[in-house]
């Protein structure tokens, strides 16, 4: 894309597809809708950051792939792309996470280790998971903690389109 103006609103003066059109349909439509309202909500503008090249591969594999893990996979991606990233390896206080121990975040700072398991907490088999990125055993985990990431800086302005995972679920 080649832009021009000197505002905010610019002008686009020349486009070129880097790829095939994607198709999406149904709930690869949904998925591809949620990424585009995070991206339009928490990427500045001008950003040349690498959220463009995460955001493409995901629109590409929505059609062929289990959607929740790609959703998992996007949004840690882009927290780390925005600089939200979390080292998910040590607490707050440099100490290692131990799997069998469990966790609070504690938000813009990290984990911290935590005594009540049954408060909303992560496990440190877990966070182990999230380091690796391997969202197969504990989806619901990572949709939790990226929830409680992006939360402050998306706002108490709801998604619109989880409206729409909500009413296909009804």
Known sequence: LQFSGRSELKQLRQQEAINERVQLSQQALFCGFYINELVTRLVPVDDVSQVFEHYQDCLCQLPSQAHEPLLRA???????????????????????????????????????????????????????AFEQRDFS???VQAKRFIRMALHPYLGDKPLLSRQFFQTQNQ
């Open 74 to 128: 996007f949004e840690f991606h882009l927290l780390e792309d925005l600089g939200y990233s979390y080292d998910f390896t040590a607490d707050i206080f440099s100490q290692p996470i131990l799997p069998q121990s469990h966790y609070e975040f504690v938000f813009e700072q990290g984990f911290r280790a935590s005594a009540d398991p049954r408060a909303m907490t992560f496990s440190g088999e877990v966070l182990q």
């Open 137 to 139: 055993v504990f989806l």
